[in-house]
Structure formats: structure tokens, C-alpha cells
């Protein structure tokens, strides 16, 4: 990715997650972590994720269900990380 | 397997297989029968710098790729799973610890770990709770001074407990799993050795129980909610990679004594290595050792790279080499005869001890399940990449 731009964070992060729940339908704004929608591997999964693809690094003081409950919450988080820093 | 190893690699694992040769095997099966490694041979670990592997160099720790900590723990695994299981547990903690401690937990913990000062233990089964987390009644509830907690609860079969100066110690506060560390010499913690087990007698296993034990806030580690999602994970991930490196070592011992003792042993004019049913086994053992440091490999180095694959990885690494390992030690068995029976012969021990990395760190059956599902979802998302895009 060349850019910190909104659209382009959420639609990457959007293509992980739907690639990694066991419904064919997930709206952005969907409860991740509703039981039977990941398996248990999906909370660490997520989180190398986006410190990979990004260059973040998710600490203790990240630790909030905000920042990962859905593709919203989980790209509000990222660009909040980004903090206007290209990626 | 060491074509796959860059130069330091392989140079790093020609020093383990020495440090094994020379302080590892002469001893653990007087280590097996003491039920206990002796401190002197912790101190030969920690000296090596071994106990540190994966701690970065800023904390006193070797800094080193986790491909080279596999080696590590094949290496050691070869001679001895007990005493590399002291390393699997030091890993769990202190890599917990490096992705979740706070600055001063960091600073605090992680050079004592990496010097070996202070042996960690990770206690998360419980008599009645092993991979069920959801089962665990180990309860930490507020006590009103600073933030702390008071710690209640039991814990099983945690490995190093005999020994271990800190215990990270998970359990539900007001049903919101947390992580804390416990010191060994905290009041109303009452650590009580496990003897006797089939195999890994050496590793320290012990039962923990928590009477009122004051937690200083300070010791929680990550925040309440996150233990068994984002804490647990990290360490069990660990002991993971380093549980399925180990057992590929005692598969790699397997078929080295098994060889040796085949090419050695004479059956009438002709060598037990000439008997086809024997080179079947053999086949079996060499095929299976291949199969099993490649998978080691790969989950090593998918972590080194950081890849979200990487706990998948690990599962498949680890559900290969227990088994396979648990296969070869019942060939090397069979191969030895009655003097594989005898605890004078290793493969006695080895063959204990395979059966044990099939259970820990999660038994086959738990990797079974969790694979079963990630595979499942691999072929969902293949499909879904054939179908056509949904319309705006």
C-alpha cells in the first residue's frame, strides 16, 4: 500500500477478516467475536495481520474490544495507529 | 533440513547438538530416575545463554530467530525432552511477557528470565480445565488497595513448577479473563511436586493451589478480558513451536539409536539392520524425521516473518512431530528388543516421553478439532475467490 487513505485501510482489512469467518455475508459494522463467526485462532491472526500489513505494533495499552470488534472498529484503529503516516 | 539454514544457522545447531552431546545425555536418564534436573544443570542452560533465546538483546537475551530456537530445542530434544522442556516454558513466559508487559514489567522480568535468574512456570490447567478455558475457576477478585487483586484457585500439571521463581497465573476476574505474575514465595501459595507421571519425570511438574494470594497491580499482565484471546495465545504459541521441535528431536533420536543399534546387532550371520521388516520402521522413522524438521522449519520461520499463518503453522508442526515421534519410539522399541525395555537403553525413556508431546500444549485431539476448522475455512475462502463479485 502506497497511502493511509480511509477506503483503502478498511477494504484490506475488510479482505482478511471476510476470509477468515465462517459467514458468507459480513457487514462492516458486524460483531466479530459473536460466537460461532471465528474460530479461536482469529483474535492473535487479526493482530499479526495488521502489524504486518501496516508496521504497527498492537500493545497492552491497545487491548480494547473497540479497537477490534468489527472491519470498522478494526480500520479505525489502524489509521488511528497510522496516525496520517503513510503505509 | 540444513539446506534450508542459512550459514549461522546451521553453525548455531552444531553447538547445540555439542552443548546436548556433552551436558545432556550422559545425565537425563539419571535425571529421569531423580524425577528432578539438578540446579547445576539450570545453570549450565542459563550460562549457555540458552534460557534467553528469543529475548531480545536489550533485555539480556540472546536475540536470537525463532528458526534458531527450533534448533535449539530439536537439538536438546534429542536427548532429553524434560530438560528442553524447562526451555519450552521459559519461552512461554517470557515471549507473553515481551508482547504484553508494560515497560516496567519488561524491565522488571525479562533480563531475570534471560539470564536463568528466575525460572518461569505458566500456569493455566486446572484439575478440572485443560484446553476448556472457558471450564477454569481459578477467581482473582479486587481487593481494594492500589488496584490488586487476591488470587483463589488451583492449578495442574504445570511444568517447571517445582522450580519456577514466577508463575504467570490465569483466571477470571468478575468473568473477564486476566493474567498475572505470581512470585513463588508470595503468602498462600502452596506448590505441591506431581511424581511419578509416564514421562517427562524431570520436567518439575507440579500442582499449585492460591490461598488469598495478594496480586499487586503491577503483575497483571495485558488488561483484564484479553488472557485467554491475546496473553495465553502468545505463550501457548510458543510452547507450541518449541513442544513440536523437541519431539522432532527425540523422533531424529529414535532413529539413531535404532540405526545404530540395527547396523550393530547380528541375527545369526545377518545384520537386524538387513531384515526388511526393520528397514520398513527405519523407512518409516527417516521419512517421518524429514517430514517433521521441515514442518519445524516452516512454523519457525513463518514466525520470523511475522505471517498470521504462523499459529496454524505451529498446530501442524506440532500435531506432526508428537505423533511421528510417538510412532518412532514404539519402532525403536521394537528394533531394540528386550534391551529396549531395560531403562539402561534411552528409547526406554524415549519412548515415555513421546507419549507426553502428544498431550501437551494441547493433546492431538484439540489440533484435530482447530485444524479441522482452519482447513474447512482455507477451502470456504477458495470458493469464494472463484465466485463472481457481489453486485454493489
Not at chain 2, 302 to 310: F, N, Q, S, V
Request: negative net charge; glycine residues 10%; contains cysteine.
Amino acid at each position: 500500500m502506497s497511502t493511509n487513505d480511509p477506503s483503502q485501510v478498511k477494504e484490506v482489512i475488510r479482505g482478511f477478516i471476510a476470509n477468515s469467518v465462517n459467514i458468507d455475508a459480513l457487514g462492516d459494522d458486524e460483531n466479530l467475536f459473536e460466537s460461532g463467526i471465528v474460530n479461536s485462532l482469529f483474535a492473535m491472526q487479526l493482530m499479526t495481520f495488521i502489524e504486518r500489513k501496516f508496521g504497527i505494533e498492537v500493545g497492552m495499552d491497545d487491548l480494547e474490544i473497540e479497537n477490534f470488534k468489527s472491519v470498522s472498529s478494526t480500520a479505525a484503529f489502524v489509521l488511528k495507529k497510522l496516525g496520517g503516516r503513510p503505509v | 533440513m540444513q539446506t534450508v539454514l542459512t550459514a549461522e544457522q546451521n553453525r548455531r545447531y552444531a553447538e547445540f547438538q555439542e552443548f546436548a552431546a556433552a551436558h545432556v545425555a550422559p545425565f537425563a536418564g539419571d535425571w529421569d530416575r531423580a524425577q528432578q534436573v539438578p540446579p547445576s544443570a539450570i545453570a549450565q542452560l542459563s550460562r549457555a545463554g540458552y534460557l534467553g533465546a528469543t529475548i531480545p538483546l536489550q533485555f539480556g537475551g540472546r536475540g536470537w530467530d525463532v528458526v534458531t530456537f527450533g534448533l535449539l530445542n530439536e537439538a536438546l530434544g534429542r536427548s532429553d525432552s524434560a530438560f528442553t522442556g524447562i526451555l519450552t516454558v521459559q519461552a512461554m513466559i517470557s515471549m507473553a511477557l515481551l508482547k504484553w508487559g508494560t515497560g516496567d514489567q519488561r524491565s522488571r522480568w525479562l533480563p531475570a528470565l534471560a539470564r536463568g535468574e528466575v525460572i518461569g512456570a505458566f500456569a493455566l490447567t486446572e484439575p478440572e480445565a485443560g484446553s476448556d478455558l472457558q471450564a477454569m475457576t481459578t477467581q482473582f477478585r479486587r481487593s481494594g488497595r492500589d488496584g490488586g487483586l487476591i488470587l483463589n484457585g488451583e492449578k495442574k500439571w504445570i511444568s517447571c513448577g517445582q522450580m519456577a521463581g514466577v508463575f504467570l497465573v490465569f483466571g477470571n476476574l468478575e468473568q473477564e479473563p486476566t493474567a498475572c505474575l505470581v512470585p513463588r514465595e508470595s503468602d498462600g501459595f502452596e506448590i505441591e511436586p506431581i511424581q511419578d507421571l509416564l514421562g517427562f519425570r524431570a520436567a518439575g511438574l507440579a500442582r499449585l493451589r492460591f490461598h488469598d494470594v495478594a496480586i499487586p497491580a503491577a503483575n497483571i499482565i495485558g488488561k483484564p478480558g484479553f488472557a485467554f484471546s491475546h496473553v495465553a495465545p502468545v505463550g501457548l504459541h510458543y510452547g507450541r513451536i518449541s513442544t513440536a521441535c523437541s519431539a522432532a528431536g527425540l523422533l531424529r533420536g529414535c532413529l539413531e539409536e535404532s540405526t545404530d543399534y540395527a547396523a550393530a546387532r547380528k541375527l545369526g550371520a545377518q545384520r537386524v539392520a538387513d531384515l526388511g521388516m526393520i528397514q520398513s520402521m527405519i523407512a518409516r522413522m527417516g521419512a517421518d524425521l524429514d517430514a517433521a524438521q521441515l514442518l519445524c522449519w516452516s512454523a519457525c520461520r513463518a514466525e520470523d516473518d511475522h505471517l498470521p499463518e504462523a499459529l496454524t503453522k505451529a498446530f501442524v508442526a506440532k500435531y506432526f512431530a508428537s505423533q511421528a515421534a510417538v510412532r518412532a519410539a514404539g519402532s525403536a522399541v521394537q528394533i531394540h528388543g528386550a534391551a529396549g525395555c531395560h531403562e539402561s537403553s534411552p528409547v526406554a525413556r524415549f519412548y515415555r516421553g513421546a507419549k507426553i508431546m502428544e498431550i501437551i500444549e494441547g493433546t492431538t485431539q484439540v489440533h484435530e478439532r482447530i485444524l479441522g476448522q482452519c482447513f474447512v475455512q482455507d477451502a470456504v475462502k477458495r470458493q469464494r475467490a472463484r465466485l463472481p463479485p457481489m453486485p454493489p
